[in-house]
């Protein structure tokens, strides 16, 4: 038989799963790595560790299923997006890569929203402007770190980097940095007055060629396969944005079908035929289906900060996860007099906002906590979901994927706010398992992308939305939004 290898790369943890051209799953391995932050704001890793750690979980993963890498057809990736991974003329790291959720450049973000810059660069990147993009980096390094920014040869996303370990190939996969905010999303190509316009006209000279998501990138090479275990000459291809790989693991080909993801991020996305002109300023990119954009909305706003909570008032211990659970089902979608706001990492609605708890009062115990906890991440989830309905209506089912799907109440509430049915994607490893897809593809197995969905539909469990729930919900939805907008105006010190 043949089998396809996808990579799944995190802001920390990475993995690599085999699987057969039907998307039939062989075996996952996955290793956390260390994220790095020698200052406040900052999230790196250590990109030569970061190969390391690839190169030991696919050995671990071919080792395990007992397949031999002969039959191995085929490599690709799925990755977060945004963040840094330059190398120099010699491809060698130029410093320590940039993970997505760093925030380092806020003060320069926070700069360019009061001159207007973000609203001046939208038509030509259509993208929000956000503190872990390429163009929000390298502009603090040409501040912070000059000799370092000189030394860049190419301008990497994590999966282009490390593709480039394994091939030997510089080049930049077209569903990643379409999203740079260095890239014309009309005419499909890098842009030269976006860098001027973000103060790194030099950028022009550090891009990478771009390919696409299916295109053959080059071959392992002799010395990436005596240090993964691959066979030599097995062909790698382009791969994908996480954003995507959700997506193309929830079979969504078309405008009806949202995906959407609950994890680290809070993400909602559709896919269109072409850009929609709009007042708000939706974040497109270039699908792996040619011709196709995808348009998304997201925030790190979601179940990390429920971890969070967990971690460090529970002592991480996960079978709580039951109780929280039966706490929340108790609860039964009723209007709450508590309010958090999940803005430990980031927020979507003011850059000035941080995590809260408002509203707690004596007779409140755990159980109204750990509901307003739920609820909050789901209202900031429906910010971004209901922004995406009303740009496309013809959404007739919403597919989720995500940690938090484990949950039955917190799908089912997932399912009253949104008021649509919601289809829980019972796949464990989307990324690792897309990122295969994307191999096969590549690799000929399938004409295309569609054909690939189309042979490879996920199965589903779905959450009917309950009208009485979802009134409750809306109107405390509703007192969430006052009360970040409130905060909002609040300063904090520096």
């Known amino acids: 038989m043949a089998y396809f290898l996808g990579i799944d790369i995190g802001g920390t943890v990475t993995k690599a799963g085999l699987y057969s051209a039907d998307g039939c799953e062989v075996g996952v391995v996955e290793q956390d790595g260390e994220m790095l932050s020698s200052q406040p704001g900052f999230s790196e890793r250590d990109m030569n560790a970061l190969w390391s750690s690839v190169c030991q979980v696919v050995k671990q993963v071919i080792a395990s299923s007992a397949i031999q890498p002969a039959d191995i057809r085929g490599v690709s990736f799925s990755s977060h997006g945004k963040g840094l991974y330059a190398i120099d003329q010699h491809g060698k790291p ?48 040409k501040q912070h770190e000059p000799a370092n920014y000189d030394r860049i040869a190419a301008v990497l996303m994590v999966h282009d980097y490390v593709r480039f370990c394994m091939t030997g190939e510089i080049a930049a996969e077209i569903t990643n940095i379409s999203g740079s905010n260095l890239y014309n999303q009309h005419t499909r190509s890098y842009d030269a007055s ?75 996305t559709c896919v269109t035929d072409q850009v929609i002109a709009a007042d708000h300023p939706y974040v497109w990119g270039s699908y792996c289906i040619p011709g196709k954009y995808f348009v998304h909305e997201g925030s790190p706003t979601s179940a990390a900060n429920l971890n969070w909570f967990m971690r460090h008032f529970w002592g991480n211990d996960r079978s709580l996860y039951t109780q929280f659970d039966q706490w929340v089902k108790q609860n039964n979608g009723k209007p709450s007099d508590i309010v958090f706001l999940p803005y430990l990492f980031g927020s979507n609605l003011n850059l000035n906002l941080s995590g809260s708890l408002v509203g707690m009062r ?23 979901q209901d922004r995406i309905l009303k740009l496309n209506p013809h959404v007739e089912r919403i597919r989720i994927t995500g940690g938090p799907t484990h949950s039955e109440p917190w799908m089912q509430m997932f399912a009253d706010g949104g008021n649509i049915p919601l289809e829980v994607v019972d796949i464990q490893q989307c990324g690792c398992r897309a990122a295969a897809l994307c191999a096969a593809v590549g690799a000929g197995y399938y004409a295309d992308f569609s054909e690939a969905m189309a042979a490879t539909q996920p199965a589903v469990r779905t959450f009917i939305p309950q009208s009485t729930s979802n009134q409750n919900l809306r109107q405390q939805m509703a007192r969430y939004i006052n009360v970040a907008e409130a905060l909002s105006e609040v300063e904090y010190a520096k």
Not at 97 to 122: F, K, M, N, P
């Open 94 to 141: 130029v410093r320590n890569g940039i993970i997505s959720s760093d925030t380092r450049a806020l003060s320069l973000v926070q700069q360019w929203c009061e001159q207007g810059l973000d609203r001046h660069t939208y038509q030509r990147g259509l993208q929000q402007l956000w503190t872990g993009h390429p163009v929000s980096l390298l502009h603090w390094l």
């Open 194 to 268: 976006l860098m001027a316009d973000f103060g790194i006209p030099e950028a022009e000279g550090k891009t990478a060629p771009v390919i696409g998501s299916s295109e053959q990138a080059g071959v392992v090479t002799a010395s990436a396969a005596a240090a993964c275990g691959l066979l030599a000459g097995t062909p790698v291809y382009g791969g994908l944005f996480d954003v995507v790989a959700s997506a193309v693991c929830s079979g969504v080909s078309d405008e009806k079908t949202l995906s959407a993801v609950a994890g680290t991020w809070s993400i909602a």
């Open 362 to 384: 004596g007779h409140h115990g755990m159980p109204d906590v750990v509901n307003a906890i739920y609820q909050g991440i789901v209202f900031s989830h429906l910010l971004h």
